[in-house]
């Protein structure tokens, strides 16, 4: 059994700094991507970062100057360093594993052919 839970998360001003983990566990599939996506209220679902099966960071294109994705494999846990926040940052973060996982369709906020695990979410709140 998948299981995907997740952990950071707060409010901060604008210009601060987070960090998101994920502790993954029961992935069995030999070809996985993990990674974050975002969804607020009224907006579409994004794509953030994605780690592919080949073990490269993956970004979505507005967010690669900001935020960094990382993997400690020894604890199966991603991470998101999320610097320089902006109100827009606002959103419910979440982070996934999806097995089949074609990365690029990834970080556009979109879904594979394969089957993706979602973690509880944390809400980030970048207000002055």
């Given at each position: 059994?998948?299981?995907?839970v997740?952990?950071g998360?707060?409010?901060?001003?604008?210009?601060g700094?987070?960090?998101?983990?994920?502790?993954v566990?029961?992935?069995?599939?030999?070809s996985?991507?993990?990674?974050?996506?975002?969804?607020?209220?009224?907006?579409?679902?994004?794509?953030?970062?994605?780690?592919g099966?080949?073990?490269?960071?993956n970004?979505?294109?507005s967010m690669?100057?900001?935020?960094?994705?990382?993997?400690?494999n020894?604890k199966?846990t991603?991470?998101?360093?999320m610097?320089?926040?902006?109100?827009e940052d606002?959103?419910m973060?979440?982070?996934?594993v999806?097995?089949?996982?074609d990365?690029?369709l990834?970080?556009?906020?979109l879904?594979?052919l394969?089957t993706?695990?979602?973690?509880?979410g944390?809400?980030?709140?970048?207000?002055?």
């Amino acid at each position: 059994q998948v299981k995907v839970v997740q952990s950071g998360g707060d409010s901060v001003q604008p210009g601060g700094s987070l960090t998101l983990s994920c502790t993954v566990s029961g992935v069995t599939d030999s070809s996985y991507c993990m990674g974050w996506f975002r969804e607020a209220p009224g907006k579409k679902r994004e794509g953030v970062a994605a780690i592919g099966p080949d073990g490269s960071a993956n970004y979505a294109d507005s967010m690669k100057d900001r935020f960094t994705i990382s993997l400690d494999n020894a604890k199966n846990t991603l991470y998101l360093r999320m610097n320089s926040l902006k109100i827009e940052d606002t959103a419910m973060y979440y982070c996934a594993v999806e097995t089949r996982c074609d990365v690029s369709l990834f970080v556009r906020g979109l879904y594979g052919l394969g089957t993706r695990y979602t973690g509880q979410g944390t809400q980030v709140t970048v207000s002055s």
